[in-house]
Nanobody, 120 residues
Framework: QVQLVESGGGLVQPGGSLKLSCVTS????????MAWYRQAPGKQRELVVM???????SYSDSVKGRFTGSRDNAKNAIYLQMNSLELSDTAVYYC??????????????WGQGTQVTVSS
């Protein structure tokens, strides 16, 4: 059974920092594309950073220069270091594992999400 477990969310003031973690189990991690998404209230879920198995991380324009993602194949985990947080970063952050680039039938999996609230 595939599991993605996020942690690290919380309440932070504007300009502050948080680090999110996503630990996975039940999949051959290094073969899966991984990503962080977020969904703010009343908005669609959006991609934050993508970690393809064969490439460097790619970031959305809204977080470039402020967020740094990393992938640790040895720990079956991805991380998101978020600096200079802004009010607009408030959202539920989700971890995503997508195996369809390798095998279409693998599909994709989502974590339960972790709330990040930026507020003064």
């Amino acid at each position: 059974q595939v599991q993605l477990v996020e942690s690290g969310g919380g309440l932070v003031q504007p300009g502050g920092s948080l680090k999110l973690s996503c630990v996975t189990s039940g999949l051959n991690f290094e073969l899966w594309d991984m990503a962080w998404y977020r969904q703010a209230p009343g908005k669609q879920r959006e991609l934050v950073v993508m970690f393809r198995t064969w490439d460097i991380p790619s970031y959305s324009d809204s977080v470039k220069g402020r967020f740094t993602g990393s992938r640790d194949n040895a720990k079956n985990a991805i991380y998101l270091q978020m600096n200079s947080l802004e009010l607009s970063d408030t959202a539920v952050y989700y971890c995503n594992a997508d195996g369809r680039a390798k095998v279409a039938e693998w599909g994709e999996h989502w974590g339960q999400g972790t709330q990040v609230t930026v507020s003064s």
